[in-house]
């Protein structure tokens, strides 16, 4: 079901290098990822970035982190591997002034 949801993104959903849409295998390798097969918490998308756990939540707060699932009745956030690899891989730039 995991999958099938990952699958059925728009092919723009994934990450982007140089105006050409990224596989989730070429993410991955882009970043040197292994794969978990599994939806990540808050806290394994901080070790993925290199950031402190607090610091994911206050990218969801300012709604300019990765997107995120929050099941009804629940107070856990999950994140979908592509997801954070397609963000991670939209902040690539050339140079300091690019936007």
């Known amino acids: 079901m995991y999958i099938h949801w ?5 092919l723009g ?3 982007q290098k140089g105006g050409v849409i990224m596989s989730f295998e070429e993410l991955c390798s882009q970043f040197g ?3 978990k097969g ?3 918490s808050s806290a394994e998308v901080a070790d993925l970035l290199g950031v402190h756990p607090v610091t994911v939540d206050a990218y969801r707060v300012r709604g300019d ?3 995120y699932f929050k099941p009804k009745g629940t ?3 999950f ?3 592509p997801s954070v690899l397609a963000w991670l891989a939209s902040g690539e730039r050339q140079s300091t002034s690019s936007q």
């Open 6 to 10: 990952v699958i059925s993104r728009p």
């Open 13 to 15: 959903y994934l990450g």
């Open 33 to 35: 990822y292994q794969p």
């Open 38 to 40: 599994r939806p990540l």
């Open 65 to 67: 982190g990765p997107p």
């Open 75 to 77: 107070r856990r956030v």
């Open 79 to 81: 994140y979908a591997e």
